[in-house]
């Protein structure tokens, strides 16, 4: 149990296109969904955090106009990168819980975005 | 926030157990002990936690020392495909939010044949 998924998983794009990823809990409802970024050789940052019908809550330094997030239902949350330009090339990873402290966060395999 | 401090790096020989220290001295009462692997290019996997006991599963056992400032992860058969990035995480709890990871820089384990 407890799968998450996210799509797509690899998408290369043009400069200044804008980007969604989808993120899905497949077996459980998840109050809230985080959203994650990587660099090579670096460990995960916390973008956002989002819960289903409200505003997300974003991280210090993480632009909200930029990353647009929306958690529409229990399953489904969506980052969009806007105006995407190559520095924002990296690996976004979400996760999504059921919101209590002893119930663990479970990770999508992550999507690799490519902007040439 | 409560930090973490792990080893940058270890090894294990195959077949071997595996253990993986962390050090969290400022955690409070309430906080728990995550533990997540990330194996290169994949997102991470959720191994084990706990908050005071020693806990175990079919995956790993966590050990969490008696005034909860440190614990110990142990893969008790440590295989190639344990070869991963370990991260040891304090869960930080937001009201109305949840519980926030925020990840370190984890130990490189690396199995050896």
């Known amino acids: 149990g407890a799968v998450v998924s996210q799509h797509p998983s690899w998408v290369i794009c043009k400069s200044g296109t804008s980007v969604k990823i989808e993120c899905r809990s497949l077996?459980?409802?998840?109050?809230?969904m985080f959203w994650y970024r990587q660099f090579p050789k670096q460990s995960l940052m916390l973008m956002a955090t989002s819960n289903e019908g409200s505003k997300a809550t974003y991280e210090q330094g993480v632009e909200k106009d930029k990353f647009l997030i929306n958690h529409a239902s229990l399953t489904l949350s969506t980052l969009t990168v806007t105006s995407a330009h190559p520095e924002d090339s990296s690996f976004y990873i979400c996760?999504?819980?059921?919101?209590?402290?002893?119930?663990?966060?479970?990770f999508g395999d992550g999507t690799r975005l490519s902007i040439l | 926030d409560a930090k973490t401090t792990q080893p940058t790096s270890m090894d294990c020989a195959e077949g071997r157990a595996a253990n993986l220290p962390c050090n969290h001295s400022?955690?409070?009462?309430?906080?728990?002990v995550y533990w997540y692997r990330q194996i290169h290019s994949q997102g991470p996997q959720y191994i084990i936690h706990?908050?005071?006991n020693n806990e175990t599963n079919e995956m790993a056992s966590l050990i969490i020392t008696e005034d909860r400032k440190s614990s110990t992860l142990i893969l008790p058969h440590a295989t190639l495909r344990d070869t991963a990035v370990y991260y040891c995480?304090?869960?930080?709890?937001?009201?109305?939010?949840?519980?926030?990871?925020?990840f370190g820089q984890g130990t490189e384990l690396s199995v050896k044949p």
């Open positions: 996760s999504a819980s059921l919101g209590y402290s002893n119930q663990p966060q479970h």
């Open positions: 077996d459980f409802q998840a109050t809230t």
């Open positions: 706990g908050l005071k």
């Open positions: 400022t955690i409070s009462g309430n906080e728990y």
């Open positions: 995480i304090v869960l930080i709890m937001i009201y109305n939010q949840g519980g926030k990871l925020i």
